[in-house]
């Protein structure tokens, strides 16, 4: 019995000990000699098609390909950190990386706690998203109906008391909220839901994917993504700005943006100046 | 994504969810010894403090105490968040477990009949003598039931780990079934759950087996 302890201790300090060495903090590069910045690019994993996990593992999306191409630009080594989305400005301040850049809508609270924001890259509207045959085909139609919203996203200030849309989500029956979009769609899909509040793209990439769903684009709420860099970052941002506009001007940026087809280029702000 | 890839991105996370359930057995177990000492002194302050201790880590969220743990110190002294985020996660477990710990084995502790400890004085053992050799082997055997019962739970609490976005197994599970906008990943989430503890139960029960000497 001794030796199978022993044998179960060891096995769990080897096993420990290499989920301790794994992958030491950015600056390692740093070390060689020649100073190569590490830029941290703060995602959300779960936001398609702007940021989320491909078919083969990896991180990619939108921001993601051109963050990466930016930084190459720059000659800075590139990384992604998923935050945890409900507190991405904690993790931002934490160091835990450089920027949230990540289909993140510009808030006014935002440039009021003194963060450093971007030039607004992508207009984004919200949408309703209903079933084929649920007869709803304007936001009139949703009275008395259930409507669910990703807790956390800008369609939620929105219909949230003091929002925009404060007098509409009086009329709902319920106003549902869940904590990721995914939870959102099978609400509706199984009939727990009438009607979903969330972005124009991530509507769009669900339904390409999946049949008798509508989408019903009324001008609900416009809004602007950006990038987000702690208080100190003005110079970042700026080098960052820079990057981005250079590959708008050789044509990477649209190059990038042609595989996205749910991102609309008609709102992408640089490729319509 | 095909499943084999899904299963593989989602292994990656389980040695780190192994690596949160493992240390924080091994540093939970005799802080918990160590608390439930405090919690047993017969000096007032001593246990009523430790009692107090107890009472927040109990009557508190866990995912609570991880923000807390992870961030706290950054927020009230400027020290920078481990980039290693597995510590900061284990010891937020670690304390949590060890009250949980604490007051099962002082309920263990305080079932022993009075009677043994009198009749380990008159035999003259002295009292570290009569705890570590007659209290304590029996006190293990009675309360290893529940134990297993904290241990099962610890394995499923791991997924708490996502709060601080530490790259655990149901982490990545959640970051896949939103891109992929599919529920599969938590069906296999809850496969490797279900693995996972039934090696437990495994193990466990050969502990309790190999402590049932008088069957």
């Not at chain 1, 995602?43 to 930084?71: L, M, Q, R, T, W």
């Not at chain 1, 009086?170 to 839901?193: P, Q, R, Y």
């Not at chain 1, 649209?254 to 709102?267: L, Q, S």
């Not at chain 2, 899904?6 to 359930?21: D, N, Q, V, Y």
């Amino acid at each position: 019995m001794k030796k199978f302890f022993a044998m179960m201790l060891a096995l769990v300090m080897v096993l420990s000990l290499a989920a301790c060495g794994e992958k030491a903090p950015a600056d390692d590069g740093a070390a060689d000699g020649d100073e190569v910045k590490t830029f941290v690019m703060g995602i959300d994993p779960e936001y398609p098609p702007f940021s989320y996990i491909d078919d083969n593992g990896e991180y990619s999306g939108f921001d993601v390909e051109v963050c990466k191409a930016a930084c190459e630009l720059l000659g800075w080594n590139f990384e992604v950190f998923g935050v945890n989305w409900d507190q991405k400005l904690v993790q931002l301040d934490a160091m835990e990386c450089d920027c949230i850049w990540s289909g993140m809508t510009i808030l006014d609270s935002m440039k009021e706690a003194g963060y450093v924001l971007s030039a607004p890259y992508y207009y984004n509207t919200q949408v309703i998203l209903v079933k084929d045959d649920s007869g709803i085909t304007s936001s009139a139609d949703l009275a008395g109906k259930v409507v669910s919203v990703q807790l956390g996203t800008s369609g939620e200030a929105l219909l949230n008391e003091g929002g925009d849309l404060e007098s509409l989500a009086a009329t709902f029956a319920e106003l549902s909220t869940t904590d990721s979009f995914i939870k959102c769609f099978a609400d509706l899909d199984g009939n727990a839901v009438d009607a979903v509040f969330v972005d124009m793209p991530v509507a769009a990439a669900y339904v390409a994917e999946n049949e008798g769903f509508t989408i019903i684009n009324e001008d609900l709420g416009a809004e602007e993504y950006g990038i987000a860099f702690r208080s100190g970052d003005a110079e970042m941002c700026a080098e960052m700005e820079a990057a981005v506009a250079e590959l708008v001007a050789n044509g990477t940026y649209a190059k990038i943006a042609a595989n996205y087809p749910d991102i609309d280029p008609v709102n992408l702000v640089f490729l319509n100046d | 994504m095909t499943l084999m890839t899904m299963i593989m991105k989602m292994s990656e996370g389980l040695g780190r969810t192994f690596a949160i359930f493992a240390l924080t057995l091994i540093f939970s177990i005799p802080l918990g010894m160590i608390v439930a000492w405090l919690r047993m002194s017969k000096n007032r302050i001593i246990s009523n403090v430790t009692r107090f201790v107890i009472s927040i880590l109990r009557g508190t969220p866990l995912m609570l105490q991880l923000l807390a743990v992870t961030y706290g110190p950054y927020y009230l002294f400027e020290i920078s968040v481990s980039r290693n985020k597995l510590i900061p996660v284990v010891i937020a477990f670690a304390i949590n477990y060890a009250a949980y710990f604490a007051e099962i084995y002082r309920g263990g502790i305080e079932s022993m009949p009075v009677g043994q400890y009198e009749a380990a004085n008159v035999l003259g053992y002295s009292k570290m003598q009569t705890f570590f050799h007659i209290i304590l082997p029996q006190v293990v055997k009675r309360i290893m039931p529940s134990i297993t019962n904290e241990v099962v739970t610890l394995v499923k609490d791991t997924s708490m780990a996502f709060t601080v976005s530490y790259q655990e197994m149901f982490t990545i599970g959640k970051q896949i079934a939103n891109s992929q906008t599919s529920f599969m990943p938590f069906l296999v989430a809850g496969v490797f759950y279900f693995i996972f503890n039934g090696v437990v139960d495994l193990v466990m029960g050969k502990i309790e087996k190999s402590m049932s000497y008088y069957s």
